[in-house]
Each structure stands twice: as structure tokens, then as C-alpha cells.
């Protein structure tokens, strides 16, 4: 590796989950890398965030397109030489990737023309999904361009810059800004003068459409068009998107795939007001609980869901009930209302999805108007449990003030039901019994949580509990079709590809682990996500090895790569 292209090569390692991390590296760690953030770079990227890196030998200009992330939003960049993108029924759009070429080619221009021989590189971070990126990589590395699809809410990371006037790359900077106030007559679309960029974008899109919809007559003329979706995307606020935010939330690994809110990204920003996680359990104790914000769209995070078909059944009649109910009071003010208890069971070993599904649960009820915030707060025994007599009291209460407007889930419930005379854990549940009953109390919804039998057993006991949650879901372990499909979802996220004899290796051991598996410690998706994390570093291990010089070996996983699983053993017992 040639020193002065370090700079350059440093980027060109990085992946979707690693680039922010590594700009925000560079402005603290790195002094000798100058950077900066503009509001927009003339002429081709004026509305668009910018992060250029500059130093002795090297500029690197980062791309934000907060585009949105809705299916109207994918496209398939066939063509990569022109400045449009079209899909069938769409609206064509103009390609972000064409606009970065054209702006690294100008950056390139600009400073030959002061005699400086800088290499450069233009990086696109897109919350588009580019379905044959892959394919594409060859193409615009040749442009000095770099694409990394299929981010969410952009707008919202929170990255550093060290913007020190003394380091070199200061200097390559000012040119650039300096020449992007000049004029610059593009090779593939004449600009108006008296026009802005974003201006003749929209009027050329525009006018394209009208000819687009002439001989696509058949296309869906109600879809919304991505201009409006993007400006729709700008008037969104919501607080300032950090690391610890996306880092504190890929720890819930109680989920269905790693395509079921992974992270924060797809967060309600419209969403009231959201309480901290902060509990005093007395003067001298305070606790944490989760709080996850609710999202913006539900009923697709739902759809995404492995398996589940009778949980997203039911859900479905809930939200259809509440639905109905709202628009009969509005035909008819005053007519009794059909009593909906949002009160739920969720029951199911760890890995099948509670947590994801609480979430969305909350969500959903949000947006048909059963709840007002559709936030989740999450508790378990050691919440409730303090030091002090009296703390169960004072905690349930707050905790019931945190989740009011959304959803309190208490994570394996049945630990607080036991049969010792003394366990203060007895008094939390009637507690909350004695909540339920206080009719101001309608807009929270309270899930429990739990293995199913401890679970089942804690409600036959408590008669008074079961009449309270009439709600119950089963969320049964996954086949091992459903594990195969989870697998593929992880692995696209990775860009990751396996051969075809290493799908035949490792469909075979999921196959006998499934088999062999005991259900006190089979953890469903979470087995899943520690077997690839495994074969992870076994593959990246092999490639530092080996150093192949084919570039797609580096993504691609063979059957050496496919360790031998661990099937957890059963617990031992007591007894004879």
C-alpha cells in the first residue's frame, strides 16, 4: 500500500456498518486528515450533506442521499452512464451516483488546474437499496466512486469533523468550495444559468414523467412520486441520531432476522414526547429500562417477519377492531364502543421474535389509535426488585407512568409469581392488577412475557391475571426452512455470499442441531446470529491468510469457512 493513497484505501475497506464509525475516527484520532461538513457542494450535489477528507496527497468526498427507504426508492442502476434512473410505473429520478461522478470529476479538474496531482475518491452513502450494487462495484470503482446502499435515516448520524485550518488538506478544500461558486458547463445535461441545480432537477424530472407516463400507460399514475417522498423526508424532526443509539439497540437479539429493526433507523420521528429509562427504585438505588421508540412503519415491519402467520393474524384483528371502533364514533357519536383489551401473553423461548414484536405491537396500536406515544418500555424481576421494603411499590408506578401511551413488557413474568412467602416479587403483578383496574388507565398496554409453561402455569393459578389478558401469542421455534431464511437475510446485510457446497455444508448441520436441540437452551434466530458470527471470523481469518486476488473471494464463503456447530447441551437436573 502506497502511503500518500492510504487515506483513499482506508475508505475503500470500510462496509455499511463501519464507514461512520471510521469518519468519526479520523476527525478525533487522525490529525494529520483534515475534514469538514457543507451543507450541500454546487453544482451537482447542492442538496445533499458533504464530508470531504483532505490531506497531503488525497481528497475524499463523502455523499449523504437521504432519499428515504421505502420500495419506491429501490431501482436498478442499468444504465450507470446517464443522469436517470427508471423503473417501471416510476417517476424517473435522477441517479445520485451520476451526480457524485460528475462532482469528483470536477474536484479532479479543479485541482490539475492548480498543478496539484491529488488522487480523489467520491464515496455515496444511500438509504437507497441498489439491487445489483455487486454487479456495479467494478464499473464505478473505475470512476473512483464507492456505493454503500441501504442505510436508514441518514440525516440523523451524528458525525465529527476536524476542520484545523493548519493541516494541509485545508488548503485542497478552499480550492474546491472556491471553484464550486465558478461556472461549470456539464457534458451530459446543459444547466440553465438563472436556474438552481435542485430547480432544473425537478423541472427535467418533471417533463421526463409526462413523457415516461405517455408510453407507460398502464403504470400506477397514484403512486407517490420519489420528489415529494424526499421532500416529505426533509420536513421530518426528531432528535439527533448518535452511535449510542444505534450501538444500545443492535443489542436486542431477540428478533425474528436482522431485517426486523436492527437498529433505530426506523423510528417514528413524528412520535410525542418519549420518557428516559431512569428508575429510582429509592434515594439510594436507581435502574435503567429500555425504551424502544416506536417506528414509522409497522404493518411493513410486520409483513418482513419470519414465519408468525397467526400472530400477524391476530394483530390484524386488533388493529381491524380498533379501526372499526373509531369510525363508528365518528358516524355515530355516542354508541357504545366494542371493549378492546390491549393486554397481551406472549409466549416463547428466546430467539423467536418478543421483543421485535412488542415493538411493532405498539407501533401499530399507535397508528390506529388505540395508543397515543406507541413506545415500548422494557422490564424484567430486577427492575421491581430493590433493596428497600416498599421499592416494588414505587417502581411499579413509575414504570407505569414511563410506558403510559405505549406498551410496558415484562420479560420472563413468571419469575415474579413465587410461591415464597417472603419474595417481594409477589407484590408486583397484583400491583398492576390493581392499576388495570383504575379506568384512566386505558391508554397502556401491559405484555408478559415467558417460556409457555411456567407461563401458562402462573395464569391457572392467577384466575384474577387471565381475565386481564385475554390477548395471547404463541411464538413457536422456528422450522429450519425459516432458519435457512434468516440465515440469507443476515448474510445479505454483509453482502456475504455462500457457495453452493457450503449452503449444502451448513444446511446440514443446522439440520441435525435442530434435531438434536433441547428446548430449555435452543436459542432460534440468537443460535443463528452466534453460529455466523463463528463462521465470520473463520472466513475472514482464511482471506487475511490466504490474500486471494480475486475480489469476490473476499465476500464469498466456502465450505472450509463452515465451522462445526455447537448444539447447547441440556441443562443438568437435580433428582432421580
Excluded at 476527525?27 to 454546487?42: E, I, K, M, Q, W
Excluded at 440523523?156 to 461556472?183: F, K, M, Q, T
Excluded at 405505549?406 to 419469575?415: N, P
Amino acid at each position: 500500500m502506497r502511503k500518500e493513497n492510504r487515506l483513499i484505501n482506508d475508505f475503500k475497506w470500510q462496509d455499511r456498518d463501519s464507514i461512520c464509525r471510521h469518519m468519526n475516527a479520523l476527525a478525533t484520532f487522525n490529525y494529520a486528515v483534515y475534514s469538514t461538513h457543507l451543507r450541500g457542494l454546487r453544482p451537482h450535489l447542492a442538496d445533499n450533506d458533504i464530508y470531504i477528507y483532505a490531506d497531503e496527497a488525497t481528497v475524499v468526498l463523502v455523499c449523504l442521499d437521504c432519499c428515504g427507504n421505502g420500495a419506491e426508492q429501490t431501482y436498478n442502476e442499468s444504465e450507470v452512464t446517464g443522469p436517470f434512473i427508471y423503473s417501471e410505473g416510476k417517476e424517473p429520478r435522477v441517479s445520485m451516483v451520476w451526480k457524485l461522478m460528475q462532482a469528483v470529476k470536477q474536484v479532479k479538474k479543479c485541482l490539475k488546474a492548480q498543478d496539484k496531482e491529488i488522487k480523489v475518491l467520491g464515496i455515496l452513502l444511500t438509504e437507497a437499496d441498489i439491487v445489483n450494487v455487486v454487479d456495479l462495484e467494478e464499473y464505478w470503482e473505475s470512476k473512483d466512486i464507492k456505493v454503500l446502499d441501504y442505510f436508514r435515516r441518514l440525516k440523523y448520524r451524528n458525525i465529527r469533523v476536524n476542520d484545523d485550518a493548519d493541516l494541509p488538506g485545508n488548503a485542497y478544500v478552499n480550492a474546491i468550495l472556491d471553484d464550486a461558486d465558478g461556472e461549470f458547463s456539464d457534458e451530459h445535461v446543459e444547466t440553465p444559468t438563472d436556474l438552481s441545480q435542485a430547480e432544473f432537477d425537478k423541472m427535467l424530472t418533471e417533463f421526463l414523467f409526462r413523457e415516461y407516463e405517455k408510453s407507460h400507460s398502464d403504470g400506477d399514475s397514484d403512486d407517490e412520486s420519489g420528489a415529494d417522498k424526499e421532500e416529505a423526508d426533509d420536513d421530518e424532526t426528531d432528535e439527533e441520531y448518535s452511535a449510542d443509539e444505534e450501538a444500545s439497540d443492535e443489542e436486542d437479539d431477540d428478533d425474528l432476522s436482522d431485517d426486523s429493526l436492527s437498529d433505530d433507523d426506523d423510528e417514528d420521528s413524528s412520535s410525542p414526547f418519549i420518557p428516559d429509562g431512569t428508575i429510582e427504585q429509592n434515594n439510594n438505588v436507581q435502574v435503567e429500562v429500555e425504551i424502544l421508540r416506536p417506528i414509522a412503519n409497522p404493518r411493513e415491519e410486520l409483513d418482513k417477519l419470519v414465519g408468525c402467520d397467526d400472530i400477524k393474524h391476530r394483530m390484524d384483528e386488533l388493529v381491524a377492531l380498533t379501526s372499526y371502533n373509531k369510525r363508528m364514533l365518528e358516524l355515530f357519536p355516542g354508541s357504545k364502543q366494542h371493549a378492546v383489551s390491549l393486554h397481551s401473553i406472549f409466549l416463547g423461548r428466546p430467539g423467536t421474535g418478543k421483543t421485535t414484536v412488542c415493538k411493532i405491537f405498539g407501533s401499530l396500536m399507535r397508528q390506529a389509535g388505540a395508543l397515543t406515544k406507541g413506545h415500548v418500555v422494557v422490564c424484567d424481576r430486577g427492575t421491581f426488585i430493590g433493596s428497600l421494603w416498599g421499592d416494588e411499590e414505587r417502581v411499579v408506578r413509575q414504570v407505569v407512568e414511563k410506558a403510559q401511551g405505549g406498551v410496558l413488557m415484562i420479560d420472563e413474568a413468571y419469575l415474579l409469581d413465587s410461591h415464597h412467602p417472603h419474595d417481594p416479587g409477589r407484590a408486583v403483578l397484583p400491583l398492576l392488577m390493581n392499576i388495570l383496574a383504575d379506568e384512566t388507565r386505558r391508554d397502556i398496554a401491559i405484555v408478559l412475557c415467558g417460556y409457555k409453561e411456567p407461563m401458562m402455569k402462573m395464569l391457572d393459578i392467577n384466575q384474577g391475571l387471565a381475565s386481564r389478558f385475554p390477548n395471547k401469542f404463541e411464538f413457536k421455534d422456528f422450522t429450519v426452512d425459516e432458519l435457512m431464511e434468516i440465515t440469507r437475510r443476515r448474510l445479505k446485510d454483509y453482502d456475504l455470499i455462500l457457495t453452493d457446497q457450503a449452503w449444502q455444508k451448513y444446511r446440514s448441520l443446522i439440520s441435525q442441531a435442530y434435531q438434536a436441540r433441547d428446548s430449555e437452551t435452543w436459542g432460534n434466530a440468537r443460535f443463528i446470529a452466534n453460529q455466523l458470527e463463528r463462521i465470520y471470523i473463520q472466513h475472514a481469518s482464511r482471506c487475511v491468510s490466504q490474500q486471494p486476488a480475486d475480489k469476490l473471494s473476499w465476500r464469498t464463503i466456502i465450505p472450509e469457512d463452515i465451522v462445526p456447530i455447537e448444539v447447547p447441551k441440556p441443562k443438568a437436573r437435580i433428582g432421580f
